[in-house]
């Protein structure tokens, strides 16, 4: 039964920091893309960052700069530290897996059930 458990959300000033941590099970990790995607009130979940187990990794533009995601593949977490956080950072915060298939991305095939972030003065 794969499970990715999802930890570390909860309410941030405007400026502030907050570290997600994501462990999963039943997979092997190291065959596995790890991401985070987010979703916010009235809009459409979106791919927040991901990584491969050879630490590759990709970012929306909205959050280049600010936010850093990282593995860890001796203890099947991924991490995803956010810095500079933004009112529109507001999102339930997801963090995913997918199979690696080389160059064919066919989007998550496991979900966590999601941790909130609130931005907010």
């Known amino acids: 039964q794969v499970q990715l458990v999802e930890s570390g959300g909860g309410l941030v000033q405007p400026g502030g920091s907050l570290r997600l941590s994501c462990a999963a099970s039943g997979i092997t990790f190291i065959q596995y893309i790890m991401g985070w995607y987010r979703q916010a009130p009235g809009k459409q979940r979106e791919l927040v960052a991901d990584i491969t187990s050879a630490h590759s990794t990709n970012y929306a533009d909205s959050v280049k700069g600010r936010f850093t995601i990282s593995r860890d593949n001796a203890k099947n977490t991924v991490y995803l530290q956010m810095n500079s956080l933004k009112p529109e950072d507001t999102a339930v915060y997801y963090c995913?897996?997918?199979?690696?298939?080389?160059?064919?991305?066919?989007?998550?095939?496991?979900w966590g059930q999601g941790t909130q972030v609130t931005v907010s003065s």
């Open positions: 995913t897996s997918e199979v690696f298939r080389g160059l064919m991305r066919s989007g998550p095939d496991y």
